[in-house]
């Protein structure tokens, strides 16, 4: 991501192998900041943390903060578990769940990787509420709980690709933004979804910092096609537990066959609208960061390729660099959104 002007930044920031030299460091700050209670070597395999209860994924049970409320508790008391053969899951090795929590995009917090794990700990996510404002017969402000109270969770395993080109393959729990959409009624005016994450430089550090990029609230949107797409998610938790801060607590969206900036995290509004949103890396560097943000192997960053990625975590086993695919591997699924659109001009 643009955090530095382009003649600044150097190969090694948009690649992950600074952070797999750093690594030791960053497991280090975790372990500090009470995130990782055991020493890494005797962290629980996600293989055998994943049998028992139904769910094939399970965070590591000395990883997991208590539930924010009872109400949140039983939600999770009651989830579809993935299967790994349909189209909400792939069959590929998980990330470890260490990795999904400490390595994390979350400007609010600050822009090293592991800023975002150090520094939203103590992030308060109850009470929350979530407005749902613009074209739509209800709109209103909800107390999470009502919102979600209608819905069933469920888990899909999605793989995630930053523009950055590391990837990781998370199992989120959530339900579909489509099931959501449909309750709230959008009007015949309504061709786009808007979202805004809290603005709140009180529990946000970065939010007041004189060196911030961002003109806050961070900002996506998604044509209303791809909103309504079964695949696009709206996620409460990850292996199985609640959503930890640094991954976008309480609510985040997913959009698993665009860049990873599309997924907002911790969402406080939902505005549904005639026109295109503006969204905060297109506001930021238009030319880089398009508002589609399509994955796509043969439209290149302009400062870097985009046919490969490096897969997390890296490890002395596996070569980890692997081709990044059309639509990071879901075109079969989304191909048809984006049917005769120039997708280098739509970027
Ligand atoms: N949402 C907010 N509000 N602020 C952010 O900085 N970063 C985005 C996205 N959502 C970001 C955000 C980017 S660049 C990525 S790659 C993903 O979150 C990373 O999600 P993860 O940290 O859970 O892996």
New binding site residues.
Partial sequence: ?LIKSPSDIKSSEITPESVYRNRRQFIGDALKAGLIAAAPGVMPSMASAAEGDGLRARAPSDMVRSAPAPWWAEKFDNIKPADRNGPFSTNEDLTPYRD?VS??????FGTDKED?SRRAQEFKVDPWSIEIAGEVDKPGVYHLEDFLKPHQLEERIYR?R???RWS?V?PWIGFSLADLIARVGPNSKAKYVAFE?LVDPDQMPAQSSRFNV?EW??R?GLRMDEAMHPLTFLAVGVYGNYMPP???API?LVVPWK????????IVKISFTETEPAT??NMLQANEYGFYANVNPEVHHPRWRQDMETRLPRTLFSAARQDTLMFNGYAEQVSHLYQGMDLARYY
């Fill in positions: 991501m999904v390595f994390n995009n979350f400007y609010e975002p995630l930053c523009v950055e990781m998370i994450t961002i609230p961070y996506e640094q991954n976008g985040r860049y990873g900036f599309k997924s907002i995290k911790s905060s890396w």
